[in-house]
């Protein structure tokens, strides 16, 4: 890289090696990115809109999933672009390019700590789901829950300022500790949501089947279910993100050179593919949500066609009264002739 390229962004300074195996990985994880923005784009824009505008949905697990799918929205259409763009500038040597593109890209890592804290928030919520199952609607509100979805934003902004210090070891300290109790609260949850599932469990296998514990055990079977999908996407979560702790290990150790240049591609596309594979967990363990989207689908597609054509949607709503027309006067003439005046 030449002297001027260092003078616009400090990211740029790495270098892209021009090696046949660097060139195969570059390009097979941008196609990656670029199929995975556009999935996660679409994907998690249906998840936004459905739960706008079904009203069965106008609940705060499900506003917490349309917060969680809104941080997806957001990193699918920043942070796959933006890393494309600053891996194919990179190669062609457009250093102002480059340094834009990762700007854009370290900005774009707000979205990722959002998506984090929010998974974070809904485990908790889970867990009062079943703990206080009887005060939950009382505790658990749609506004408390948008109130609690900006303090995570505030607190993202503040984690992502070490970001632009450049002092790495402040960067990670920071982003390790807040992982770290994250990762307690999702693990102290989810064993407490455990604990209760089994206690529930015992208690209806013990007692009679009546219609309220009948209600009762649906409504726990439904948490549950909530619960292991989101423990899912969790899991996704932190798999994504053991590549990207190795290449900084990598980085640390070996620094930039051999396979740690290929390997910060793959673990970069690898991380940024759960915005697109978050949604699949969705509608494959939510029942609720894929019948929604189902509906929701079909009214639009219903109201669509009405605009488009209304001239039919008239005849037929003219046929339809013509019809009922006729069928009131033959049920008229069949009781003139059962009852003749």
């Not at 090696?19 to 996660?40: C, H, K, R």
């Not at 891996?87 to 774009?108: G, N, P």
């Not at 920071?174 to 089994?198: E, G, P």
Request: hydrophobic share 45%; glycine share 2%; aromatic share 12%.
């Amino acid at each position: 890289m030449n002297g001027s390229g260092e003078n616009f962004c400090h990211a740029a300074s790495l270098g892209l090696s021009h090696t046949i195996i660097i060139q195969t990985v570059v390009f097979l994880t941008n196609t990656l990115n670029i199929i995975g923005s556009i999935a996660a784009i679409l994907q998690n824009s249906i998840i936004i809109w459905t739960v706008r505008k079904h009203l069965e949905l106008h609940q705060p697990s499900f506003v917490l999933l349309a917060c969680l799918a809104f941080a997806d929205l957001l990193s699918g259409s920043t942070s796959q672009p933006s890393w494309v763009a600053y891996r194919l500038a990179e190669y062609y040597q457009m250093w102002r390019v480059a340094c834009c593109s990762y700007t854009i890209f370290k900005l774009s890592n707000l979205w990722h700590y959002v998506s984090f804290l929010t998974l974070t928030i809904i485990t908790i919520d889970r867990f009062l789901a079943l703990h206080y199952h009887l005060r939950y609607m009382e505790m658990v509100t749609i506004p408390r829950v948008l109130v609690a979805y900006g303090m995570i934003w505030i607190t993202s902004i503040a984690l992502l300022v070490p970001t632009f210090t450049n002092d790495y070891a402040l960067t990670a300290i920071v982003l390790l500790t807040a992982s770290f109790l994250c990762f307690i609260i999702i693990l102290m949850c989810y064993y407490q949501i455990y604990k209760i599932t089994r206690r529930h469990h015992r208690q209806i296998r013990n007692q009679d089947s009546t219609h309220s514990m009948a209600h009762h055990k649906s409504r726990m079977i439904k948490i549950k279910k909530s619960s292991t999908t989101y423990l899912l996407v969790t899991m996704v979560l932190f798999v994504s993100v053991f590549p990207v702790i190795a290449y900084f290990v990598s980085y640390i150790v070996i620094g930039y050179k051999g396979f740690v240049v290929w390997f910060l591609d793959v673990s970069v596309a690898l991380w940024l593919l759960t915005t697109a594979i978050n949604p699949m967990v969705y509608f494959w363990r939510m029942t609720e949500l894929r019948r929604a989207v189902k509906m929701e689908m079909k009214r639009s597609l219903r109201r669509n066609n009405n605009i488009i054509d209304p001239g039919n949607h008239r005849s037929s709503r003219q046929s339809s009264h013509q019809s009922k027309t006729r069928k009131e006067t033959w049920n008229d003439k069949s009781t003139q002739k059962n009852h003749p005046s």
